[in-house]
């Protein structure tokens, strides 16, 4: 069974940091990409982070880019989200997911296969 373990979320004051990480168990991802997305109350899911299975390739919202970077660690199949000077705005469920094919950091979440289950991030004003 393949699993996928978000940790790391949590309430953080504007201007903050975060880092979040997501364990991969049941197969290993490291020839497939990976990707952050997050939904907000009321809002769709969006993607945040998308990386490549080597971690060559980088793909970002608008919404994050400078402040947030994603990265993997294909030794412990584990996938991170740095994320900096944080809003607001940025408050929402972040949910970790797997592609079991794709090898781009797609931004359609249609490419991802496997999904976590979510961890809430709060940021206050």
């Known amino acids: 069974q393949v699993r996928l373990v978000e940790s790391g979320g949590g309430l953080v004051p504007a201007g903050g940091s975060l880092r979040l990480s997501c364990a991969a168990s049941?197969?290993?991802?490291?020839?497939?990409?990976m990707a952050w997305f997050r939904q907000a109350p009321g809002k769709e899911r969006e993607l945040v982070a998308a990386?490549?299975?080597?971690?060559?390739?980088?793909n970002y919202a608008d919404s994050v880019k400078g402040r947030f970077t994603i990265s993997r660690d294909n030794a412990k199949n584990t996938v991170y989200l740095q994320m900096s000077i944080m809003k607001p705005e940025d408050t929402a469920v972040y949910y970790c997911?797997?592609?079991?094919?794709?090898?781009?950091?797609?931004?359609?979440?249609?490419?991802?296969?496997?999904w976590g289950q979510g961890t809430q991030v709060t940021v206050s004003s």
């Open positions: 997911a797997g592609a079991r094919v794709v090898e781009h950091p797609a931004s359609r979440n249609t490419a991802y296969d496997y």
């Open positions: 049941g197969r290993t991802f490291s020839t497939s990409a």
């Open positions: 990386i490549s299975w080597s971690g060559g390739s980088t």
